[in-house]
């Protein structure tokens, strides 16, 4: 592990103008990803600074029936139990309980997890060469190694990697809005647009500026989102992360038609994959297997797989068609 320097932030502003006065360093919170690609040499900070201590920790709800908010230091394991995720936004809770072990959720924050980096074996390994996420310019091992975990959406010749959050897929199919602090004030980033598609610049995983420190993360009301379901694909039922996951919210109406939709997908590709074509085909539809069937297809239309990944695609289709009839056959 590279020698690095400790500090300790009481407040966002000191955290803040720590992190802009030594770019080079990384906040710590949970650490249950920094501190291992540290270990593996992937990340090499100058400093830590510890924000763990920070009153980021709340879930509570907003005034005048805006939604809910999370705290950027919430731990996974009590978000997943908070009764205002539980009962308002059960896909949320689910993809929770969905990622790793309880002994990491209960470590893990959910600004941690919102910056996870990828689980790709050419990333994670300095022993190879070539990662453009890594190291710019390097190449990508990948395109032409084992790829069976890789993308098979919005991948680019520079990089193939995915996104390995459960937390995440979920968050995209609720509108989440992130909230930042940074040396000019707060903003707010919607979760569409806080992660990035690789294209030539793979070694950028989000849009959050290095000054910048995640604060909250706001659900919008949404009323229907109480019939919502996590289906997560994997290798092992416990400790994996996703092949592919699906996140799903269906509003459907007395006559049986959809009235609404949001269809997020996990471990196709750089980001959180929300599928619009699929949503689109729904509304107005009957809720039977027949449309879940043509949203799925509508979802994978522009996938592309690579020499071992191809099962990706069938595999990403029959699990928004068995996510989407979970949720159809829930109580209205």
Known sequence: MNPFTYARATDPQQAVAAIEASPQAKFLGGGTNLIDLMKMGVEVPSQLIDISRLPLAQVEELPDGKGVRIGALARNSNVAEHPLITQRYPVLSQAFLGGASPQLRNMATVGGNLLQRTRCYYFCDPAF???????????????DGFNRIHAILGQSEQCIATNPSDMCVALAALDAVVRVQGPKGEREIAIGDFHRLPGNTPNVDTNLQANELIIAVDLPPMPFAVRSHYLKMRDRASYAFALVSVAVVLDVGPDGKIKDARIALGGVAHKPWRAPEAE??????????????AAAQAALAGAKARKHNKFKIELAKRTIIRALSTVAAMPS
Do not use: I
């Open 280 to 293: 689109k085909a729904l509304v107005g539809k009957t809720a039977d297997e027949r449309s879940f069937t």
């Open 129 to 143: 060469p070539q990662c453009n996420k890594r190291k710019a310019g390097s190449g990508c091992g990948a395109l």
